[in-house]
């Protein structure tokens, strides 16, 4: 018996390392069909800031290596981003054989639409909160104060923005989720409708720099919670199985 248990056990860990393996070839597949474009990519993603600074102002490298080494790390996590799709595949061929059916017919729907609202969520950093923060930090400048940002600070700030963006843009999942550990209910939930509507703006207070795309961060991630719900109430109401 011990010994069948370790068999077992070591078939796991194997399994556990060829799936760790595929998810990294990907990401290192994608990331050599994009290197040689690292500079255009990061040209892309600075455009909502190059776009809104004074003319004559440009983006500075402090460090000597930082702008070869800058837009190689962007590429690198624009291939995790984009290696996202496989890398749950392999996550749900290592777990799915220990799921039930009515756990599986859940899961697949969830990873498809948790993968769909992250990107949501990073283009909406991109064309919407990008712009009107940006717009807002120039605007307010000190009188005698020039523009010139690093471009590693840069890559940092919108990498952060765009996982956490990317991550609350993950709300209907979590309140599926939620609801289905029985940790609460669609109708505790509905009832506290108040409670999240001013901490959705909470939320936007504390990632965003201003009044305006505090609002516009707030509104989607509301609306969010009641795509939530509805998903939450669709499920439990025709118990799949």
Same mark, same amino acid.
């Given at each position: 018996m011990i010994i069948?248990?370790?068999?077992?056990?070591?078939?796991?860990?194997?399994?556990?390392r060829r799936r760790l393996i595929n998810c990294l070839v990907t990401i290192f597949v994608v990331f050599l069909s994009l290197v040689y474009f690292a500079n255009n990519i990061y040209?892309?993603? =600075?455009?909502?800031?190059i776009s809104q600074m004074p003319v004559g102002t440009n983006m500075i490298a402090i460090d000597v290596a930082s702008s070869f080494m800058t837009p190689i790390k962007l590429t690198a996590v624009i291939s995790i981003f984009l290696s996202i799709p496989m890398?749950?595949?392999?996550?749900?061929?290592?777990? =799915?054989? =220990?799921?039930?059916?009515h756990e599986r017919n859940l899961l697949i729907p969830v990873a498809i639409l948790g993968t769909f609202l992250f990107y949501i969520g990073i283009i909406f950093a991109y064309f919407i909160i990008l712009p009107v923060a940006f717009?807002?930090?120039?605007?307010?400048?000190p009188k005698g104060v020039v523009l010139a940002t690093d471009i590693t600070k840069y890559l940092d700030f919108v990498i952060w923005l765009f996982i956490v963006c990317g991550i609350s843009?993950?709300?209907p999942i979590l309140i599926v989720l939620l609801c289905?550990?029985?940790?609460t209910n669609t109708k505790k939930l509905k009832k506290n409708r108040p409670y999240v509507f001013i901490g959705t703006f909470v939320i936007g207070m504390l990632l965003t720099p201003d009044v305006f795309s505090q609002i516009l961060l707030a509104i989607p991630l509301y609306f969010l919670f009641e795509i939530g719900l509805l998903l939450a109430h669709y499920y439990f109401n025709n118990k799949i199985k």
């Open positions: 069948e248990e370790n068999q077992l056990i070591i078939e796991h860990l194997i399994e556990l040209n892309l993603v =600075a455009l909502p800031l890398i749950l595949y392999q996550v749900w061929g290592f777990i =799915a054989p =220990a799921l039930y059916k717009k807002f930090f120039i605007e307010t400048l843009f993950e709300i289905w550990s029985n940790i």
